[in-house]
């Protein structure tokens, strides 16, 4: 029976002592506050027992990782139509890059980089009558948790800032695939972005990608074959241009945000979070990639 305790304890006692952690986002100035010492991993086994080290309780702007919730949400609204607007094949390229839009016409290649996160948008604010409460209601749903927020001062020092997503769903537009005005597409955008949570949060919410679409209450959100889709696409598009390197070190379908979250699965066993706000060049949180290498190589525990 493996110590998962243990394991944790060991990874959060090797973080603490690293120096070298990466820099914090700053192109967002709110999530520049942030302390870059902190450290938090928490991990949930199917049968819901959890294990936890470090600031696995404090709440952080888990950004890009929300792109999986949107994206399971609108494959709920409108089923396999969602793939006629975005693409499921790897980018190679940085999350917020737009070259590859305009080379392909507007479709862009996965609904995890920015652009395409932004299509998933534009679909909820279409088919949910009150979005942002929708959504943040399907999300406290999956966790069986009302206390989950959006972050508001995050979500607004974003829309101050983000000329790139601003410019990304002006050329959507541009290319007939974004239905609704770009401000509202982007502030649903930006608050979905800002939603906080904890390690732990983050390991009750993704509960149902390792558990066949149901959620810790046996509630069912996805069919089995959606929660394949997705978890595929998180394991070939989750860290951008570094997600051969995730697949390669750790093994796990997972997705990074730029807040310093890292979730990441292996169906029917365990659902882990970490969080670490400095990052690696490709925007990944750095300790959190080494951390999670650390656990699936001392586990023997990967999907391969
Ligand atoms: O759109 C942005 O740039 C951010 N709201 C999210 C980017 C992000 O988290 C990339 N992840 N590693």
Not at 258 to 273: D, E, M, S, T
Request: hydrophobic share 40%; with cysteine.
């Amino acid at each position: 029976m493996i110590n998962f305790q243990s394991i944790l304890a060991s990874i959060n006692e090797a973080a603490s002592t690293e120096n070298d952690r990466g820099k914090i986002a700053d192109y967002i100035p709110e999530l520049a506050k942030v302390n870059v010492n902190n450290f938090g991993i928490h991990l949930q086994d199917i049968h819901q027992n959890s294990f936890s080290a470090g600031n696995a309780d404090e709440r952080f702007s888990i950004q890009s990782i929300s792109k999986v919730l949107s994206l399971s949400m609108a494959l709920g609204q409108i089923g396999e139509k969602v793939w006629k607007r975005v693409d499921v094949e790897p980018s190679g390229d940085p999350f917020n890059h737009l070259s590859l839009l305009e080379l392909e016409n507007g479709i862009p290649r996965n609904p995890l980089i920015n652009p395409g996160a932004i299509v998933i948008a534009d679909i909820l604010v279409s088919q949910l009558e009150y979005p942002k409460k929708d959504f943040l209601t399907f999300v406290r749903n999956i966790a069986n948790d009302d206390t989950i927020d959006y972050d508001i001062d995050v979500a607004e020092s974003e829309k101050r800032t983000g000329f790139r997503n601003f410019a990304a769903a002006n050329l959507l537009k541009s290319y007939g695939n974004l239905d609704n005005e770009v401000e509202v597409v982007l502030d649903f955008y930006f608050h979905q972005c800002s939603l906080a949570m904890s390690c732990a949060q983050l390991t009750s919410t993704f509960f149902m990608f390792m558990n066949n679409g149901k959620c810790r209450r046996e509630n069912i959100f996805l069919t089995i074959s959606q929660v394949k889709r997705i978890n595929a696409i998180m394991l070939t598009c989750g860290f951008y241009d570094e997600a051969g390197e995730f697949a390669f070190e750790v093994g796990l379908p997972g997705k990074s945000g730029v807040g310093g979250g890292i979730v990441a699965l292996l169906p029917n066993k365990f659902c882990v979070a970490t969080w670490s706000p400095g990052l690696n060049p490709k925007g990944n949180s750095k300790l959190g990639m080494l951390a999670l290498e650390k656990l699936t190589t001392e586990t023997e525990l990967s999907i391969f």
